[in-house]
């Protein structure tokens, strides 16, 4: 018995290894990638020993903030999602299916079309929308609990009331809608050190707090009667790990967009791979999350060059596939 854990743990061990090192090989290749091409050796060049040239500022002032930020995003994103699954114990939860982005949305287009001058609290506004949206989700699915099928279902309806209100802004401000396509579609083309800014912090306390308790999440995976038993406040709990989501759904939000599907497919890809055990789930979906939105924004950015196309465009087409075959299978089952 202690040598098949040993065996497994090294096993997972090294799929996290390889987690690590996709998200470093996505991180490079976006660097190198886009309407201009730069070599590894160029980068080196630029960046340590010839400042004053072309490459380098498309390195320092485009690229490497622009990488930082799409990292981010998809470890919150996948992040976010992976911890609704596991508290809502559904395959099909993620930040914006059952209505967290919305809410995140909704609080951001308020703070960046009515309130431009205070776009610094736009991460913020993002988290407190989403953190409202999921407890307004939570109250109506209470019914002597909150049943995972309720959540889905309340979470599908407040994400289509949500939905009307981010039309609504639009409407009542048709001379700034043009500024806020890109945020509706889950875009990275704009993005500067100044966004690095904005989400940096919200999202490595969100990480932080998140793998100090992966334990907990394991726990809450066996059932709510099974964690009561073994001394969980259940309900406590995932009002904790609610918060956490909504932190990181609103962080990465408030910068890149309604960016879809993110928190949906990664945490299945990295759990086909590595298992359900959050104390190996967690790093590895930090990572993978990482890696896919980088390599996503790298496509986005050079299939047309020099025009680009919105990330969450890419993201859709990948994940609205996953998501009929995730349906399918849990029909199936």
């Keep these: 018995m202690t040598n098949i854990n040993k065996k497994d743990k090294i096993k997972k061990s090294t799929i996290l290894v390889a987690?690590?090192?996709?998200?470093?090989?996505?991180?490079?290749?976006s660097i190198m990638n886009g309407a201009?091409?730069?070599?590894?050796?160029?980068?080196?060049?630029?960046?340590?020993?010839?400042?004053?040239?072309?490459?380098?500022?498309?390195?320092?002032?485009?690229?490497?903030?622009?990488?930082?930020?799409?990292?981010?995003?998809?470890?919150?994103?996948?992040?976010?999602?992976?911890?609704?699954?596991?508290?809502?114990?559904?395959?099909?939860a993620s930040p914006n299916i059952i209505g967290v982005s919305s809410g995140a949305g909704l609080m951001t287009l308020i703070v960046l079309i009515i309130f431009p001058?205070?776009?610094?609290?736009?991460?913020?506004?993002?988290?407190?929308?989403?953190?409202?949206?999921?407890?307004?989700?939570?109250?109506?699915?209470?019914?002597?609990?909150?049943?995972?099928?309720?959540?889905?279902?309340?979470?599908?309806?407040?994400?289509?009331?949500?939905?009307a209100g981010?039309?609504?802004?639009?409407?009542?401000?048709?001379?700034?809608?043009?500024?806020?396509?890109?945020?509706?579609?889950?875009?990275?083309?704009?993005t500067n050190w100044k966004h690095v800014d904005m989400i940096f912090n919200y999202a490595v306390i969100g990480i932080i707090l998140l793998l100090f308790v992966t334990n907990?999440?394991?726990?809450?995976?066996?059932?709510?009667?099974?964690?009561?038993?073994?001394?969980l406040n259940v309900e406590a709990t995932r009002f904790f790990f609610i918060i956490i989501s909504s932190l990181l759904?609103?962080?990465?939000?408030?910068?890149?967009?309604?960016?879809?599907?993110?928190?949906?497919?990664?945490?299945?890809?990295?759990?086909?791979?590595?298992?359900?055990?959050?104390?190996?789930?967690?790093p590895a979906t930090i990572f993978t999350g990482s890696a896919v939105v980088v390599l996503c924004d790298t496509l986005a950015r050079v299939m047309f060059a020099p025009l680009e196309i919105p990330v969450g465009i890419i993201m859709s087409a990948l994940g609205a596939p996953f998501f009929l075959y995730l349906l399918r299978r849990k029909k199936e089952h």
Aim: net charge neutral; hydrophobic share 55%.
């Design 36 to 92: 201009v091409k730069i070599s590894p050796s160029e980068i080196v060049s630029a960046v340590f020993f010839e400042e004053a040239t072309v490459n380098y500022q498309i390195i320092w002032n485009v690229r490497l903030p622009r990488t930082i930020t799409a990292s981010l995003v998809g470890t919150s994103l996948a992040l976010s999602g992976c911890i609704l699954q596991g508290v809502m114990r559904n395959p099909l």
């Design 117 to 163: 001058d205070y776009y610094y609290l736009a991460p913020l506004g993002a988290f407190t929308g989403a953190l409202l949206a999921t407890l307004f989700i939570y109250f109506l699915a209470w019914k002597e609990g909150a049943a995972t099928t309720r959540l889905i279902l309340a979470g599908v309806a407040v994400s289509s009331l949500l939905g």
């Design 249 to 282: 759904a609103g962080a990465a939000v408030s910068v890149v967009g309604l960016l879809g599907f993110v928190g949906l497919i990664v945490p299945h890809i990295t759990r086909l791979f590595i298992g359900s055990d959050y104390r190996y789930l967690i």
């Design 19 to 29: 987690c690590i090192c996709f998200s470093i090989a996505g991180f490079f290749i």
């Design 216 to 231: 907990k999440l394991n726990i809450l995976m066996l059932g709510d009667e099974v964690a009561t038993g073994l001394g």
């Design 166 to 190: 981010n039309n609504a802004i639009m409407t009542f401000y048709p001379e700034k809608v043009a500024g806020v396509i890109g945020f509706m579609v889950g875009g990275l083309s704009s």
